[in-house]
């Protein structure tokens, strides 16, 4: 063992016998420990919202999405289809129908301004429609009732031009979340057609993969395909408005908790500047046994690292374990008439839990450095003096 560790061993244990010093540790230490596991809490809080919204954008967001670089249209969608369905792992391609248009009850009481596009409403008949649950309760509509769609475009007929509509009957209705963007009514692709007057081809194409988070080496296979006249994104880039907010959510709650452990990290200071002071007379006998300056420094800056790593493990230990059993075992209830869950989610991400230890060990070693400088500038003659 090194004698700059053998020393700060030596005086995080031998301070025990003095109350004001062991008490100032251990507050060090606490203070150290509440504010990692906080920060770890906090990031597995936001971890687990995240994670559940990512999840929903990667089942109802097309994976892959190629448009035209210029234009309302398609030119060539028997080319976009036979490449879309050349690439590896794709699982199904399709095209993106969709619009404007007005949603209404059968008696035409309510109506409420809709985007709809094709899709898959269950059950599979010509007239079924999927809705979302906020359409619904606004139309006060209920499985099996019938409602009305109108385009936003007409056709022409024997009395003069006419609102194209469309009779549909809900086929499923279910609940979207604050942030998704998707259609509020989905219709079959025929149906779509009508609506919007697209008899061939599509505004894009759309695929799903076998393996959503490896869709960028499928989008760049297919704009090597494709050329510049398509452009390909990904669901990554569909949703980057909504990625960018919530990375910047969490970089937020990082630095605003982060502020437990810069306080922690004064107490720190209190107290290898407090040991410091009781240990004058020792470093004037180091010194004069031949201990240079840059061991006496390193002698404190261990001191600060040995606090800095217990409060750390303490608090990582305490903030994981506190993480998983609340999501283990569901403790913090949601009621399920309101949000999505049932219950709050809590995810422990290896990367996350690393960048707080990291940044507590760093933080407790920066306190350490004053405290541990002014130990290294004491004299020999001077640090026995004032020790008397």
């Not at 630095?255 to 922690?264: F, G, N």
């Not at 403790?331 to 008439?337: A, E, F, T």
């Amino acid at each position: 063992m090194r004698f700059e560790t053998f020393v700060a061993l030596r005086y995080l244990s031998a301070s025990r016998r003095q109350a004001h010093v062991a008490l100032i540790a251990t507050i060090s230490i606490v203070g150290l420990a509440v504010g990692v596991a906080a920060l770890v809490v906090s990031l597995a809080l936001l971890s687990g919202f995240q994670d559940r919204i990512r999840r929903q954008m990667m089942e109802r967001t097309a994976h892959l999405r190629v448009s035209p670089a210029r234009g309302a249209s398609v030119e060539d969608p028997e080319r976009v289809v036979r490449v879309l369905s050349s690439l590896p792992g794709v699982l199904a391609v399709e095209p993106a129908i969709e619009g404007r248009a007005w949603a209404s009850d059968a008696d035409g009481t309510t109506t409420l301004p809709i985007r709809y596009r094709n899709g898959s409403p269950a059950p599979v008949n010509p007239n079924s429609a999927r809705i979302t649950s906020a359409l619904a309760a606004r139309l006060h509509l209920a499985k099996d009732d019938l409602f009305r769609v109108t385009a936003a475009r007409v056709r022409l007929s024997p009395i003069g031009p006419i609102p194209v509509a469309e009779l549909l009957r809900v086929g499923e209705i279910r609940r979207a979340g604050a942030l998704e963007k998707a259609a509020e009514v989905e219709v079959m692709e025929a149906t779509a057609r009508r609506l919007s007057g697209v008899a061939k081809g599509a505004g894009a194409y759309e695929a799903r993969v076998r393996e959503p988070l490896r869709a960028a080496a499928a989008a760049a296979a297919a704009r090597a395909s494709l050329g510049p006249a398509y452009r390909v994104e990904t669901w990554r880039e569909l949703n980057a408005p909504l990625a960018f907010a919530l990375r910047l959510e969490k970089l937020v709650i990082f630095v605003t908790v982060a502020l437990v452990i810069v306080v922690a990290a004064l107490n720190i200071v209190a107290n290898i500047a407090l040991t410091v002071v009781e240990k004058k007379r020792d470093l004037g006998v180091f010194t004069a046994m031949g201990a240079m300056p840059g061991a006496l420094e390193r002698v404190y800056l261990t001191l600060g690292a040995v606090i800095g790593l217990i409060g750390t493990s303490a608090g990582i230990l305490f903030g994981a374990g506190l993480s998983w059993a609340l999501d283990r075992f569901e403790l913090v209830p949601l009621p399920g008439d309101v949000y999505l869950l049932s219950h709050v989610p809590f995810a422990v991400h290896p990367a996350e839990v690393a960048a707080v230890a990291g940044f507590a060990l760093a933080t407790a070693l920066a306190a350490a450095v004053l405290p541990a400088r002014a130990a290294a500038r004491l004299a020999p003659g001077e640090a026995i003096r004032l020790s008397r």
